[in-house]
């Protein structure tokens, strides 16, 4: 939809005649030309699979998250797992942890389940405000607009970290660890798309096409439903690409500092936290948790950058240059920019459509 | 980030007053049998010796100071009535005459004490030590500008409740006569055949009043002991003491100060202390820790290091941790169900929680496993090492739970803490065996710490621990089953709430006893006669083990405080 409607807004006899047959198809096929993308996505089809089937995984192994085995763990050397590479059998395929002598492949597979449920939720909840309150403040009046910008400002600049630390203390035990962690995680960052929703939809509001929608007698939340949130899509999906890793990363940071889920509940921050003074003595504990984080957040980052690639218009354009289709193009075809100059020229490429790249960069460093 | 201070256990000096993890060195380190000197050859005098710690020497004062047996860093400077026995084991854990000729002569009924001085005392800047000065520093410790001292001595002296201390009220304590400079009776108002044990700690220091400063006299005290403050920066972070030529060893034949500098560097992490020890790189070689043990893991690195392993004291501190019930909170009224828990409890699994069986040794007695404390060993609910959750199921039955039960655990969620989630969630798995169902309550350090010692919010089922200010059985079961310490508001230590006729009096009439071995046994039976009562579930008792550097020599580690002794230790 999204390309479509950027390449009907662009109005070219060549654009329309190049015109793909629907945008999802193509934003696929522009994900399949990329492998690191490809390999982010398949890795994260593994994983939400083995969170999925966490309780077979377990079972077919034939070990639980809780059970305690203490024959299993060196008492007199201040419980290091007995055998090579933290106990490693038959029967613990991932060996044991210090002191207790759980299993650690059942306990890593179903702290994934928290992993990605809380990452999952978190995101969801942050497009939901995000979209929500951009849209509302790019449509609303000067006063709504400027409240509603303030408020964000405020949630951008916020430490979430420290307040989602003073949060959590606060919230009684009774209530569910897991779904609070998503709504702090969810209602502290939402800021940063809020604000993309926002410059996106006042750049959108001045096209012919939404006036053209305005002036049909359209309100704006019509307007909003039919000619705005199609056309968000994009900058949307791609920042909530972005967010989801970063959230993986909230959870197993709060996690790690004791306030993430309630023990015996097994999740990848906490046993990383656990493992941290075991570095030496049983170094497996400890690459475990971390390698597992590492190449999640890896792969959710590579995928992200791919469907952002996939979405973004200026290289829908180059990769139009790169196969001939537009004759014009050709002698752009050398150069490495991502904005052809008789674009900017003709004054086709708002400077405002750059603004979703550069501030989920931002994102990807800031955090 | 208190979570990353479980690399190495904190030494859990919990004695009376919690206030102690900082102001004390209190409870000192111990040598155990296996702890001998790292290097050969006779230990001679000379040299600097450094200290590294996590905890700063706070409030160096010796009315402020809360020690038990006079403290390690304090002792060197603060000489006192009598003090602890500087030997290896369980010999460290008697009491010792120190400034005084004998360890007190009571009056028949313990309730007057009487200590004449040694001859030939001296300050470092050579004035004779009078009984006056003794009688000062112990009216200083009621001021509230100096506060921080155990309250054992407001409690015990005639009329001493109320009393502000000789800067509001000059006239002084009558409880504490000093008929002439070499002679100090104390007058109690009820027997106390422990006296001796008390007057081990600071507030039993001389201070000087002429030199007296206030508040700013624990930056350049007058030393009594073997070193002199040369400088405390940043209120015991780091303090530097110097061998202090006026005083004598003909005196002393406790302190064998060999080294000529001790400098004592406070506010280090706990991994970079047992890092820097392991490497002993440079001065590191001549450096000791008193406060801080070796973590699980660093003992797993260390046993298999044999150049490592021979630099690891062990020592014990009396400690227990346990159990502990409210029964005044449903189910735990009912004495079935703290039965079936007691049974069901599996102190492999929750020793294994803590750092393994070289750290903790099981406990069934609430005493520690200490002569001096009067252990006798006992176990009313005989479960093995690994609980025995079927008994526990068949008492639950008679309880009125055939189908098992829920219950919640309130526990620290400090990682790595004595009472933290790893200890919490090991009790956990035990009883959901036995058919009983925890949830766990956690609760932030000082919240946990306010919870269980508060009367309202006392929770009916919990992990917590005890240690004594001296080894004996009277303080060690005194605050936690004695009915009339049961505090309405502020910090109350009988969890059970027990208030048992028969058990104050038996209390009261061991206090009487001024032959403490004779004590002992009594203190032991009593131990056994409350532990049938269920009322806790003793889990461990906790052995310290502490790396010292490659050119230390002389390594002492006396039962009564756990860790090495820096009186006794030499670096040449």
Known sequence: MTVEALSAAEGGTDAVASAPPSGARQVWRRLRGQRAALAGGAVIALFVLVAVAAPLLAAIEGQDTTSYHAGLVDSASGGVPLGTFGGVSGSHWLGVEPGTGRDLFARLVYGSRISLIVAFGATVLQVLLGVLLGLAAGLGNRFLDGLLSRITDVFVTMPALIFAIALLAVVPDGFPRPVLLMLVLGLLAWGGIAKIVRAQVLTLKSLDYVAASRLGGSGPWRTARRELLPALVAPVVTYAAILLPSNIVSEAGLSFLGIGVTPPTPSWGQMLSSASTWYQADSAYVLLPAVLLFVTVLAFTVFADGVRTALDPRVASRLRVGTGRRKQAKADAGSSGTVSPEAVASGKVSPDVAEPETASRKAVTGE | ?572
Not at chain 2, 40 to 50: A, F, S, V
Not at chain 2, 463 to 473: E, I, K, R, V, Y
Not at chain 2, 483 to 500: H, S, T
């Open chain 2, 1 to 572: 980030m208190r979570h990353l201070s479980f690399t190495s256990r904190r030494i859990g000096v919990i004695a009376v007053g919690l206030a102690l993890a900082g102001g004390a060195v209190a409870c000192g380190p111990k040598s155990g049998d296996d702890a001998k000197s790292g290097s050969d050859g006779k230990p001679k005098q000379g040299g600097t010796l450094y200290v590294l710690n996590n905890q700063a020497q706070e409030d160096f004062d010796p009315a402020r100071l809360y020690t038990s047996g006079g403290g390690n860093v304090p002792s060197l400077v603060y000489r006192t009535l009598t003090t602890r026995n500087r030997a290896d084991g369980a010999a460290g854990s008697k009491v010792v005459p120190d400034l005084a000729t004998t360890t007190g002569e009571p009056s028949k009924d313990a309730t007057v004490w009487t200590y004449h001085l040694k001859d030939g005392l001296k300050y470092e800047d050579g004035s004779p030590i009078t009984t006056a000065d003794i009688k000062y520093d112990i009216e200083r410790s009621f001021a509230p500008e100096l506060s921080g001292g155990a309250p054992y001595l407001r409690d015990w002296l005639e009329g001493a409740a109320d009393y502000q201390g000789p800067y509001k009220d000059p006239k002084g304590l009558s409880a504490i006569e000093t008929p002439d400079a070499k002679t100090i009776v104390f007058h109690l108002n009820k027997p106390e055949g422990e006296f001796p044990l008390l007057a081990t700690q600071t507030s039993f220091a001389p201070v000087p009043k002429a030199k007296d400063t206030g508040t700013k006299y624990a930056a350049h005290p007058v030393s009594s002991g073997p070193y002199k403050v040369i400088s405390n920066e940043n209120n015991g972070e780091h303090i530097v003491l110097k061998r202090n030529p006026n005083w004598s060893a003909a005196t002393d034949d406790q302190r064998k100060a060999y080294p000529d500098t001790i400098d004592v560097q406070s506010g280090l992490d706990q991994a970079v202390i047992n890092q820097r020890l392991s490497a002993g790189v440079g001065k590191d070689a001549d450096a000791v820790t008193t406060d801080t043990n070796l973590g699980p893991a660093e003992l797993a690195k260390v046993t298999g290091d044999k150049n490592l392993a021979k630099r690891v004291g062990t020592g014990h501190f009396g400690y227990t941790d346990y159990i502990a019930f409210n029964p005044k909170v449903k189910p735990f009224d009912n004495i079935k169900v703290r039965e079936a828990i007691a049974y069901a409890v599996n102190r492999t699994t929750v020793i294994n929680a803590q750092g393994g069986s070289s750290l903790n040794e099981p406990a069934t007695t609430f005493l520690p496993a200490q002569a001096s404390f009067g252990y006798t060993p006992y176990d009313p609910f005989p479960a093995g090492k690994t609980g025995d959750p079927a008994k526990a199921k068949e008492l639950l039955k008679e309880a009125g739970y055939p189908n098992g039960l829920t219950v919640s655990l309130t526990h620290d969620v400090t990682k790595g803490d004595e009472q933290g989630p790893e200890v919490a969630t090991a009790v956990q798995e035990a009883l959901k065996a036995a058919g009983i169902t925890v949830k766990l309550d956690g609760q932030e350090h000082a919240a946990f710490s306010d919870k269980i010692h508060t009367l309202k919010t006392e929770p009916g089922f919990f992990l917590t621990g005890w240690g004594a200010d001296w080894p004996s059985g009277g303080p060690f079961l005194g605050p936690i089953f004695d009915g009339r310490q049961i505090v309405d508001n502020g910090a109350n230590f009988n969890n059970a709430q027990l208030d048992d006729a028969s058990v104050n009096s038996e209390i009261d009439a061991i206090n009487k006893i001024t032959d403490l071995k004779a004590a002992a046994v009594r203190w032991g039976a009593l131990d056994k006669k409350i532990g049938e009562q269920a009322l806790t579930v003793p889990l461990w008792h906790p052995v310290y083990k502490r790396l010292f550097g490659k050119n230390i020599k002389n390594v002492v580690i006396s039962d009564w405080t756990g860790v090495l002794d820096i009186s006794q230790v030499a670096v040449k």
